[in-house]
Structures are given as C-alpha cells and as structure tokens.
C-alpha cells in the first residue's frame, strides 16, 4: 500500500516537472515577459521642444541623469527621467541630409556623428559648439558616412561609419588636435568585415557593434582584434532584422533595437542567445514603427526610439 502511494506520488512530481519544463520552453520560444504596454509615452509629432520628427538617435547620461534625442530635423533636445525637454539646439547644416545617431563622452560632453556632412561634432551639455573634425573621404580622419561614437574606459575615442568605407577609426582626444590612433574593418559579409555598422556598446575591452545590413552583432576587442558574430537574420529569439540600436541593461544583456522587425531584443551577451522582446509593428501604445534607437537608465528603464510613431516609448524589464 505505502510503496504503491509512493509510485503514484512520484509520477505526479514527475509530471509536474514535465509541465513546468514544457511551460518554460514555451515562454523563451515566444520571448514572453517583456511585452506589454509602456509605463510612458514621451512626445509627440513637431519641430517644437518636447516635439519630434523621426527622431533617429538617444543616449543617456548617468551622471546627468538625461537623455539626448537627436530627430530628423537635426534637432538635438536635452530630456529628463520624466519626458520633459530641458533644452535644445539645432545641428548647424540639414540640406545634405541629418544625424543618426549620439554619444556623451567621458567629459559629459555629447557628441554627434554629423552623419552626411561627414564630420563629428562636440557640444556641452547646454548645446555650444566645442570642436569638430573630421571630412568627406577614405583617408586617416576622414568619414563617409559617420554613424555612432564610443569610448573605451582610456578615453579613446570611436567612431563607426558606412558608406564604402564601413569601418572603425579609433581617435586620441586628450590634446589640441585629434589624432588617429588606429582603424579595423572592412566592407563586406565575411568575419571581421561590416555592412553598415550603426550602433556600438564597449564593455571592458570589449565593443559589440550592430552589423546593421549583415543582421548580426560583431564582436571585437578594442584593440581592433576580431573575436566572434553574433545571431543571424531571422525573426526568431537570437535572429536579427536590420539591427540598429544598441545598449546594455545593469546585469549586462544586450538590449537591441531591431529596425526591420519592429522590435526591441535582449540577447544574452556571453551566447548570443535571445531571452525576451517587447514590441510589434503598429501604432498603438506598446507597438512601434521602425524604431532606430534605445538608451537604458540606472534603474533599468529602457527608453526605445519609436521612429515611425515619432515619439518615445519607456518600457520597464
């Protein structure tokens, strides 16, 4: 009697593990978790403060505790935690075409790829013009179409650009002029080689950059030393469709924003693997339209450029 209570009781433990294995496969198989309605909406459609025109570009300042939004009229705006524009300014030239993305440096400064006037541009925070370099060309220091900036924890400066030359330049700012310390990459589908690098993360001597065309992540050291590709073209959880944006969140996965699926991806930084997403194409709360770009906050709030919807969308993990 007892030894067949015992048979029974452990074929329910062992069908309520089987339900629990199936149930969690099925929540990764399906990025559930981090979909749903935003906790905010910031902005709306116009060349207003706090107004936007396909904004393309955000960054966040974690000393400041801010972000910039650059837009499609070369509007830079200064925003708080809470959606309200600080302060603003306009990119000194639009005819030729508008920035895509922005940076802030070590020095707090913000840093523009000014992306078709091939040039990068340094403003304070309060928007007055530092310094730029930078010119149309395949030489040393010069840009075709300049896309992001990072900085390694020694100050070097990167800067990412397609357009032929579809490579990283590596710049020394510490004294009056700005100095080429060394570049990699090359236009192409192969390891090592882009196809319009658009976004990129450092982390210790790491950089992870969307390989936005080739639909994967590239991963080097920042010595310029190829070390592996990240997930592949798909919409599926660790597949990519034109990944543009890219940021981190406090425990260090990749937070990636994905143009060509309407969609914000975290991956899993050590495997590549996909844990969640959030968003759909739409036009609703919660859905998105080409996002470009997304910046995540000290408190892991995750603030996604919703290009197409010309606004802002703030999502919680």
């Not at 658009?198 to 070390?227: E, P």
């Not at 990636?256 to 590549?272: H, L, P, S, W, Y």
């Amino acid at each position: 009697m007892g030894g067949s209570l015992i048979c029974r009781l452990n074929s329910i433990a062992r069908a309520i593990r089987l339900i629990l294995c199936v149930s969690t496969c099925a929540l990764v198989a399906t990025g559930c978790g981090g979909s749903g309605k935003p906790e905010a909406i910031w902005g709306e459609t116009g060349v207003g403060r706090g107004q936007l025109v396909y904004p393309r570009g955000i960054v966040y300042s974690k000393k400041l505790d801010c972000f910039y939004v650059v837009d499609r009229v070369s509007h830079v705006q200064r925003w708080d935690r809470h959606g309200k524009c600080l302060n603003d300014w306009h990119m000194p030239e639009m005819a030729r075409g508008k920035p895509v993305g922005i940076s802030v440096g070590p020095d707090d400064n913000v840093y523009v790829p000014d992306t078709h006037y091939s040039r990068v541009m340094v403003y304070t925070p309060d928007g007055k013009l530092l310094r730029q370099w930078g010119k149309f060309g395949h030489g040393d220091g010069e840009f075709i179409y300049p896309t992001d900036i990072a900085f390694d924890s020694a100050g070097l400066c990167y800067v990412s650009e397609y357009g032929d030359n579809d490579r990283v330049q590596v710049f020394d700012l510490s004294g009056p002029e700005v100095k080429l310390v060394r570049t990699f990459g090359k236009f192409g589908q192969g390891p090592g080689e882009f196809a319009r690098p658009q976004s990129m993360l450092i982390d210790k001597d790491l950089i992870y950059i969307t390989d936005a065309s080739n639909h994967r992540i590239d991963v080097f050291k920042t010595d310029g030393t190829f070390v592996r590709i990240m997930c592949e073209l798909g919409s599926g959880l660790g597949q990519l469709r034109f990944p543009y944006g890219l940021d981190q969140d406090s425990e260090g996965h990749l937070i990636v924003c994905e143009f060509g699926n309407n969609r914000v991806q975290m991956i899993d930084k050590a495997t590549g693997r996909g844990i969640k997403t959030w968003g759909k194409a739409g036009r609703e709360p919660g859905e998105l339209a080409y996002p470009w770009a997304v910046a995540v906050d000290k408190d892991d709030r995750m603030v996604v450029v919703d290009s197409g919807n010309d606004r802002l969308e703030v999502f919680g993990f």
